[in-house]
């Protein structure tokens, strides 16, 4: 049974910092392309970040030099190391497993970026 289970959201203030971790479990890392989407309130849920192979990263230009994805295959998580947190990175944070015909998704987990 795949599971995917976020964590590391919460309250931050512009220009700070939060890891977000997917623990997964069921799958293969390098089977899939995983990945970070967020969804904030009223929008449609956009692709944040994903990486292949442990190492092919894509990230949207939005997050580009603040965001980092990384995997620990040790730990069976998925990272996102996210800096200079700007308000409209308000969202909720989901992680995703992909592959043909097959699509996993976490819970999500909040991150609220305001003063």
């Known amino acids: 049974q795949v599971q995917l289970v976020e964590s590391g959201g919460g309250l931050v203030q512009p220009g700070g910092s939060l890891r977000l971790s997917c623990l997964a479990s069921g799958i293969a890392f390098r089977a899939y392309l995983m990945a970070w989407y967020r969804q904030a309130p009223g929008r449609q849920r956009e692709l944040v970040a994903s990486?292949?192979?442990?190492?092919?990263?894509n990230y949207v230009d939005s997050v580009k030099g603040r965001f980092t994805i990384s995997l620990d295959n040790a730990k069976n998580t998925m990272v996102l190391q996210m800096s200079s947190l700007k308000p409209e990175d308000t969202a909720v944070y989901y992680c995703?497993?992909?592959?043909?015909?097959?699509?996993?998704w976490g819970q999500g987990t909040q991150v609220t970026v305001s003063s």
């Open positions: 990486i292949r192979s442990g190492t092919f990263t």
């Open positions: 995703n497993a992909g592959r043909v015909n097959l699509d996993y």
